[in-house]
Structures are given as C-alpha cells and as structure tokens.
C-alpha cells in the first residue's frame, strides 16, 4: 500500500497568514493526488485534484503543486473560515489512502 | 440540489452485521462511481470501498475485504454498504461520496476524487 505523510500534523497561524501543508507519497503517485478540507463534525470537501486542479467553488487562496512523492498545499492569505484539518489522498492505485491530516488552528 | 444521505448506522456488537443505505438526489446517480469513506472517533479518514456506475468495477480496502460487500440499485438511486463479522475497529462515521472522474493524459487513465459527501451515519461496534 502507498503511505501517505503530512507535515507538520499540526500549526497555528494568524488571519493573513501564508500557510503550507506538505504530503509525501512512499512511492511515486504521478499527480494522483487530491486535497480535502474538514471542519469539526462535517463531512470533507475536496479543494484540489489531479495535485493542481482547484475543484470548481474553492477560492483562488487555495493552491497545489507537486508531482511523483512530494506534494504541496498553499493557502495564500488564510482566512477565518480556514481553520481545519486538511488531509492529502493518493487514488493513484488501490487501496486508496489519507494522510494523518494537518491541522491548521487559529495563534 | 445535489444530495447524499446515509442511513443505517447504529450499535452492534462484535460478529453481528450492519447494512448502510446511501440515497442520491438531485444528480443522474447511475452516471457516476460512488465511493465509501469511514473515520474513526478522533481519527483520519480512511477510504473503505468504490463502486463503478454499472456496479461491474468494485475496489476494498484490505482491512474490509471478505467482511463488507458495496452494491447499489440504480434504479433506486441508491447506494449500500451491508458489513458483516463487524470489530471494534470498525466503529466510525461512514460517508457515502460521489466519485469524479478526470480524464488524464496516459491513455486509459482518469484521476478520482471524492466530490459530493453525505453527513454520514455512526456505526458503533461494542461488546
């Protein structure tokens, strides 16, 4: 199985602030690789696909890159509503799998 | 609007079964693959299972392979999850998700991400 490592698990950081995540695959995933935002007790939503592509509805403030093992969530200016766990996904092969999560809080 | 809603869920103990529904409105459920999705109590996300639009493609994770069975009914617009020998590790929120599909450039290949989410049902595994 492909394991999937997000750091750091945890961050705090201001309104305004430039944040970013990083996910890194055990082996090479192409760009098969989603990003998803959940907040406490709700349902995930995905923000980015195919490691780039920003899923129709997502602000701009929202970025990804990276190719092969190593990926990059960027949120450009964070914003109060924000503050969530985040968690990469490979669906390059099956079984399919999430890193730990990243959880971004408010400093 | 496009919905997802599991039902289903509930307390049970160990080796006992447990059967999810996952009703679609809003959206032409039989265009598409859908995908279920489990977090335990504190934890990750774990993906579980997908199913293609015709019910001809089925994927499971290792840890429920043999144990869960994903189906659907089209006709219904419905999706399921009957889970059978249920562990304590078992215990979870389980969503139920449309799966998109993006064509990628390798010929054959299409990138899936998990798009549209239900709110999920709780199933508890407890002696």
């Known amino acids: 199985d492909i394991q999937m490592t997000q750091s750091p698990s945890s961050l705090s950081a201001s309104v305004g602030d430039r944040v970013t995540i990083t996910c890194r695959a055990s082996?090479?995933?192409?760009?098969?690789l989603n990003w998803y935002q959940q907040k406490p007790g709700k349902a995930p939503k995905v923000l980015i696909y195919?490691?780039?592509s920003l899923q129709s509805g997502v602000p701009s403030r929202f970025s990804g890159s990276g190719s092969g093992t190593d990926f990059t969530l960027t949120i450009s200016s964070l914003q109060p509503e924000d503050f969530a766990t985040y968690y990469c996904?490979?669906?390059?092969?099956?079984?399919?799998?999430f890193g730990q999560g990243a959880k971004v809080e408010i400093k | 609007q496009v919905q997802l809603a599991e039902s289903g869920g509930g307390s049970v103990k160990p080796g006992e079964s447990l059967r999810l529904s996952c009703v679609a409105s809003g959206f032409t459920f039989n265009n598409y693959y859908m995908s279920w999705v489990r977090q335990a109590p504190g934890k990750g996300l774990e993906w579980v299972s997908y199913i293609s639009d015709t019910g001809t493609i089925i994927y499971y994770a290792d840890s429920v392979k043999g144990r869960f069975t994903i189906s659907r009914d089209n006709a219904k617009n419905s999706l399921f999850l009957q889970m059978n020998s249920l562990r304590a590790e078992d215990t979870a929120v389980y969503y139920c998700a449309t799966l998109s599909r993006v064509a990628a450039a390798e010929l054959y290949y299409y990138y899936h991400y998990m798009d549209v989410w239900g709110k999920g049902t709780t199933v508890t595994v407890s002696s």
């Open positions: 082996r090479s995933i192409s760009t098969y």
């Open positions: 195919a490691a780039s």
């Open positions: 996904q490979q669906s390059f092969n099956t079984p399919w799998t």
